[in-house]
Structure formats: C-alpha cells, structure tokens
C-alpha cells in the first residue's frame, strides 16, 4: 500500500512539474510577442507604405502609357477648326449609321476630307464615296496587294505624296490616307480626261471595259447625296 501511495505521489509531482513548464513556455512565448511586436508593426507599416508607393508609380507609369498614344491620335489638325458643311455634317450622320462607326471617330476623317476636297477641287462625297467602296471606313485595313488604309494606296507608287516628316506606316494614319488618296484619285482623274476613266485608274482597273470600280463608286456617291438630302430636308 505504501508503494501505490509512493506512486500515486510522484506522479502528482511530474504531472505539477510538467504544468508549471507549460505556463513558463506560455509566459516567455507572450514576453517574446509583446517585445516584438513593435518590430513586426513597423515592418508591416513599411511594407503596406512600399507596397502604396510602388503601385502608385505603377499606376503613373500606366497613365503615360495610355495616355501617349491618345495624345498622339488627337494631335491638332488645321483642318479640323473649320466647321463641317451642313451637306458633310449628314452625310456623316449617314455613314456613322450604315458602316457602324462611331461618329467622333468618323469627324476628323470629314475633316480632312472637306479641306482636301476644296484644295484639288474635287467633291467631298466622291472621296467619302472612295472610303467607303476601298475599306469601309477602317483605317487599319491593307489587301493583298499592299494597299494601306482608308483609301487603299499602295505606298510605293506614291511616296512623293507623302508628307516630309512621314513615320514608318504614314498611310495607316486616317488624315494622311485621305490627302495622299486624294492627290491620286485627282491626279488621276485629271490624267485620264474623265471621272470614269480617272477612277477606273485609281482602282488598277483600266482593263475593266465595263468600268465595274466607277459605276459602283458613283453609286455609292448617288446614296450618301440622297442620304444627306433626306437628312437636310430636301429629299
């Protein structure tokens, strides 16, 4: 008997023991929290301000990014401070509608087609009549043959058209298209003695002896001066 009360004895005394090192394991674990934990605030708020400076530079950096090449696509063109005629402001109106192209988008095309038209003395609908046959209003689009952009030139046999300070893919930029496709619709027109012939030229299609290119361009001008007349009012 006095053997089981020895055990019973010792056992309470480990089983003391081993609390007593759990609270002490307990008090140096939170002695150690408390010590550190200005540490691991200061780092935390470092880390969160690192973290805020960092994507506020990023977020600048993607501004000028983005806003780059939006800058460069609204330069100022001369030709945008005159006010479009009430017969270019419909027609516009019209094609915005027809080809599904936002109309913000379509002005500085007008734009540079009405000034382009009163310097070569040409009809403003018979270029947006152009645009509308060669590329349907998309500035980005090129055929097989090479041909770039709203009116379709091909570059090499025009690049004494081109501006002097031409970039690398000048007759992808909507303003520069419609005055270099416009000194050749002219040039041609005025090389071939007559607006069929002159267009029928234009397109590379001098062998079409049913003229196809220029009844359909001229058809496509008859719609946009209806069109434009119905808007006006006077149709």
């Keep these: 008997m006095s053997s089981t009360f020895s055990l019973k004895y010792m056992s309470r005394r480990v089983s003391c023991a081993f609390n007593l090192l759990q609270i002490c394991l307990v008090v140096a674990v939170l002695a150690l929290l408390v010590t550190a934990s200005p540490l691991f605030a200061e780092n935390a708020l470092n880390g969160a301000e690192n973290t805020a400076e960092a994507e506020t530079e990023a977020g600048v950096a993607a501004t000028e990014v983005i806003q780059a090449p939006a800058l460069a696509a609204v330069a100022p063109d001369p030709a945008a401070d005159e006010p479009l005629s009430p017969r270019m402001r419909a027609a516009l109106g019209y094609v915005a509608q027809r080809y599904r192209v936002s109309a913000d988008a379509l002005r500085p095309i007008f734009h540079a087609v009405q000034s382009t038209s009163q310097e070569l003395s040409l009809d403003p609908l018979l270029i947006v009549a152009v645009i509308g046959v060669e590329s349907r209003f ?98």
């Design 138 to 235: 998309n500035p980005f689009s090129q055929s097989v043959m090479g041909a770039q952009g709203l009116m379709q030139v091909i570059p090499r046999f025009h690049k004494d058209k081109l501006p002097a300070n031409a970039g690398k893919a000048p007759l992808l930029d909507p303003v520069t298209n419609v005055r270099v496709g416009s000194l050749a619709l002219e040039e041609a027109i005025r090389r071939n003695g007559g607006l069929m012939e002159g267009l029928q030229q234009f397109a590379g299609a001098t062998r079409d002896e049913d003229q196809t290119y220029a009844t359909k361009v001229l058809s496509e001008k008859q719609r946009l001066e209806d069109a434009a007349n119905r808007r006006l009012g006077r149709g």
